[in-house]
């Protein structure tokens, strides 16, 4: 007892005489007990980490806060995932991977600093650009234990339900709404309807992984839940690559638990599903997504007004771009362009990289997923390795009107990635080991 009160005397001593240092203190110790419980439990905290990502707190934050807050919220986000895949490298080792597409950003980065950026884009602006590129493929860097790879596959497939749940919490108190209007009603969850879809896709991904390991009724539910959040989202070419790829799947894919027997009755159930929607599509028009089915499908983003501006830049700098960062640089965002349509990105992902690291770039990028997809599936099962290069085929599709590669969904999306990846033959154990 003497013990514990001199200890507190002398803790108030150094408070009351040295209080910055005292404070100062305090915060390291409290870092370094955060770090090491990470350290100890590094899977429930990546756990937690996806589930945010996924929620797309960025944009609830920015309407908050203020528009301030939103580049901050991304930045923190992508450091968290930095932090946590070096700490899953310091418990259970790195990996060597020269295929993973972060080297190809690396390099283009480097190439882009020494040939020259664009005008406005400064070093510091484009190495942030580069650390922020690489972020959604440091777990690819790991060497993720089964029990991890589990955990994230049967996690992410709550990441859009949890945004939507988030959203409807705001919305019943009256501080957000839940849906937004934007050529009709779009489900917006806690971020925004296009950020939402494409964290849908990896949930509707790692649904379908779940449902060709388990077969059960659990794992289709979400594959429905996230599809129907999909479709109130608005957004035409995630929902369509969505519901393509598990036909595709369902057709092309095969798994020892889930024989074409089994398989068919949902495909015949997706072909009566299909008509239906488009019969009564012409009474919903409200919703985004019908609506667009009775109406003009033109550039509803603007790509009309996007696309012209980068390609012009792209033709200035043809063979090694504008660096890693110029896609954020090239529609300043007071420019009237930006002004009107919200946005300043290429919505082409094809185009950014051409802008930002040329012909070579984009070159470099194209094979190097290519490559690192094909080397990194083939020892999966045979299952996990069908439905994973279908969802690159998905993703190599999408990029042509979305920014997909390095938004907060897209950390989800390669995280769930890495995890199949890591993924060995069979169902792992989901339960964290020493």
Known sequence: MALHLLFIAATLSIAAVAPAVFWGGLVVAMLASVI??????????????????????????????????????????????????????????????????????????????????????????????????????????????PFWAARMIRVIPWCAVAAVLGGALLAAAHLRPLFIQSGGWRLAGLG????????????????????YRDGGLGSLALIVANMTILLLTGARAPFLYGALLIALALLCVTAPGLPFRRRLPLLLIAALIAPILVFVSGSLTELRLFGLLNADLGHLSGRDMLWPVFEAAARDSPWFGWGVGAGNAIIPPGDPVARVLHTWAAHNEY?????????????????????????????????????????????????????????????VLFTLIAAIFASPPGLPDSRETA
């Open 36 to 145: 090491f419980l990470v350290i100890c439990h590094p899977t429930i905290f990546c756990t937690a980490w996806v589930l945010i990502a996924g929620m797309s707190l960025e944009m609830a934050l920015a309407d908050f806060v203020g528009p301030e807050a939103f580049q901050p919220a991304i930045a923190g986000i992508k450091a968290l995932q930095i932090g946590l895949a070096l700490i899953c490298a310091l418990r259970w080792g790195a990996r060597i991977d020269p295929l993973n597409p972060a080297f190809c950003f690396i390099v283009m980065g480097a190439v882009g600093l020494v040939h020259g950026l664009a005008p406005g884009l400064t070093p510091a602006d484009s190495l942030r650009s580069i650390v922020g590129s690489v972020a959604p493929f440091v777990f690819g860097l790991v060497r993720l234990p």
């Open 351 to 411: 185009l950014r990289i051409e802008v930002e690291g040329g012909q070579v770039g984009r070159g470099l990028l194209l094979v190097g997923f290519a490559a690192w997809v094909w080397r990194r599936s083939r020892p999966l099962a045979a299952s996990d390795r069908g439905i994973v290069r279908l969802i690159f085929i998905a993703l190599s599709a999408q990029c042509i009107t979305d920014n997909v590669l390095i938004s907060t969904p897209a950390c």
């Open 192 to 211: 925004h309807p296009a950020f939402l879809a494409n964290v849908c896709l990896p949930a509707v991904y790692a649904s379908l992984l779940c449902h």
